[in-house]
Each structure stands twice: as structure tokens, then as C-alpha cells.
């Protein structure tokens, strides 16, 4: 069975420009949620969708948007770039809303802003 | 918000030698994880352990949720262990988010 999965891996971009990743959950699994890594640092939530619905929203601007689609793939947006938004970006796929409910992470995508 | 903080920071170890990384939490948790983070960054899952002990081959986890801690166990590693291995929680009534420590970094020597 495949797992979860991001594209792109990696993506270049410059300041003031937007994004968009792509992540689709392990089939079946229901929850989808957004990490973001800078270096040396542990993952930051950004934001959780549930059955399309957002579930939970972490620290983060109003720059960053997210939706999920009806087959449980999800995007996540960021407007407006900042060099600061260099990170790796995780996503993570879960069956149910739960909390107790074991979490499973694609590859990620590596994101430079230049 | 929940704090978690894992020791030690970083750590080296000779190939064949144990290890015991700890990760300790500051408030009550409904979900415990810990991962492994390979070198391209690839977090892969070591164990799901709100509470209890599992073992998986060379690796294994204790979770205390009374006294707030959980501990991951290597044993005979081996330098595929290198990499960051974190530790996350969920906690709090309606929360769905994990709360990452700043990770151990092991490396491993032959």
C-alpha cells in the first residue's frame, strides 16, 4: 500500500511569490495535517482537516492557507513568500479525528525562497 | 501550551552500544509518538505509546503518563540508527495537534 504522499520534493521559489503542496493520505485514512521544519527545529503544526473541515489551526499567518478535497487529498498554500519560509513542510495522515489515533508522515517537500 | 523536552540533545554512540533517549512532557497527553527522521528528512514511526511498553526487534518504549515521561530504548545500534528521533504529543481537550520536542540527535560510529 502506498503512503502517504507530497509533491512536489523540492520547490525554489522567490519572495513575494505563492506556493501550493500537494499531499494524499495513506487510502482510507480520513485526517490530514500540516507540519512546517526549519532547520535544527522540531515540526510546527500549521493546520488539521477532518471529512474537509478544518479542525485546527496552529501559529501561524494568514498567509498560510489549506483545504481538503472529497477524496481526502489536501493542499496547503502560502501567499506572499518570506525568506523565512524556507522549511520543510510534512504532511501527516490519520484514519479517524481523534486524538488517539496514530499519525503517519509523507516525505515532505523542501521549500527554498530566494 | 504543552512543553516537551527530550534528552539529551545529541549523542554519540560506538556501533553495538545501548542507548536510552527521554522525552518528557509537561501536562497530561491522549497521544504519544515517537519517530525517527532520516537524513532526507523522512519521518518514520517508531511506536504509538500513550501508555505501557512495546517492543520492536532492537528498539523499544515505556510511556509513564502519571509521572509525565516516556523513554525509547536502543539496543546493539547499528549506524542505520543515525539520524534525529523525536518525540510528540497530543494533549489538552479538543486538540488534534502534535506537539514535537526539539529531537535527540544520535550518531552512530563504526
Known amino acids: 500500500d502506498a503512503g502517504v504522499t507530497q509533491s512536489p520534493t523540492h520547490l525554489i521559489k522567490t519572495r513575494g511569490q505563492q506556493v501550493t503542496l500537494r499531499c494524499s493520505p495513506i487510502?482510507?485514512?480520513?485526517?490530514v495535517s500540516w507540519y512546517q521544519q526549519v532547520l535544527g527545529q522540531g515540526p510546527q503544526f500549521i493546520f488539521q482537516?477532518?471529512?474537509?473541515?478544518?479542525?485546527g489551526r496552529g501559529n501561524f499567518p494568514d498567509r498560510f492557507s489549506a483545504r481538503q478535497f472529497p477524496n481526502y487529498s489536501s493542499e496547503l498554500n502560502v501567499n506572499a513568500l518570506l525568506l523565512g519560509d524556507s522549511a520543510l513542510y510534512l504532511c501527516?495522515?490519520?484514519?479517524?479525528?481523534?486524538?488517539?489515533?496514530?499519525?503517519?508522515f509523507g516525505q515532505g517537500t523542501r521549500l527554498t525562497v530566494v | 501550551g504543552i512543553q516537551v523536552e527530550q534528552s539529551p540533545p545529541d549523542l554519540i554512540l560506538q556501533e553495538g552500544a545501548n542507548s536510552t533517549l527521554r522525552c518528557n512532557f509537561s501536562?497530561?497527553?491522549?497521544?504519544l509518538q515517537w519517530f525517527h527522521q532520516n537524513p532526507w528528512g523522512q519521518l518514520i514511526n517508531l511506536f504509538y505509546?500513550?501508555?505501557g511498553t512495546k517492543q520492536n526487534g532492537r528498539l523499544s518504549a515505556t510511556t509513564v503518563a502519571t509521572e509525565r515521561y516516556s523513554l525509547l530504548y536502543i539496543s546493539s545500534s547499528q549506524t542505520t540508527d543515525s539520524g534525529v528521533y523525536f518525540c510528540?504529543?497530543?494533549?489538552?481537550?479538543?486538540?488534534?495537534?502534535?506537539?514535537f520536542g526539539k529531537g535527540t540527535k544520535l550518531s552512530v560510529i563504526p
Open positions: 501527516a495522515s490519520s484514519f479517524g479525528g481523534t486524538v488517539n489515533t496514530e499519525a503517519f
Open positions: 487510502s482510507g485514512h480520513k485526517s
Open positions: 505509546i500513550p501508555s
Open positions: 510528540a504529543v497530543i494533549s489538552g481537550a479538543g486538540s488534534y495537534q502534535l506537539t
Open positions: 501536562d497530561s497527553v491522549n497521544n
Open positions: 482537516y477532518y471529512e474537509k473541515e478544518e479542525r
